[in-house]
Nanobody, 121 residues
Framework: QLQLVESGGGLVQPGGSLRLSCAAS????????IGWFRQAPGKDPEGILC???????NYLDSVKGRFTVSRDSAKNSVYLQMNSLKPEDTAVYYC???????????????WGKGTQVTVSS
């Protein structure tokens, strides 16, 4: 089981960039798929990207070409690079762990507490 902590959120102007980090503690980090989700007020969490040891899956068309995901096994960390941010990207961003990648938030049992991203001028 992993414990996850997100960081890197904040306030950014439209067109700007942020890099979110997800630091994991626990064993067998490489065995897990790490998904990034976001949740805007009043909405269900939506899957953005997921990275496992052998693939990256992009679940959200609206971020294609703008968001990328990477992982550093030496640091037990996963990163979400967000470029060309738009006001509609405003949400709380979470990372979550599961043995396989999925766009469905209910499949993930371990979650971080989230980090707020606000895109506004």
């Amino acid at each position: 089981q992993l414990q996850l902590v997100e960081s890197g959120g904040g306030l950014v102007q439209p067109g700007g960039s942020l890099r979110l980090s997800c630091a994991a503690s626990g064993s067998d980090f490489d065995a897990y798929g790490i998904g990034w989700f976001r949740q805007a007020p009043g909405k269900d969490p939506e899957g953005i990207l997921c990275i496992s040891a052998w693939r990256i899956v992009n679940y959200l068309d609206s971020v294609k070409g703008r968001f990328t995901v990477s992982r550093d096994s030496a640091k037990n960390s996963v990163y979400l690079q967000m470029n060309s941010l738009k006001p509609e990207d405003t949400a709380v961003y979470y990372c979550a762990a599961n043995l396989y990648c999925s766009s469905y938030h209910g499949d993930f049992k371990q979650w971080g507490k989230g980090t707020q991203v606000t895109v506004s001028s």
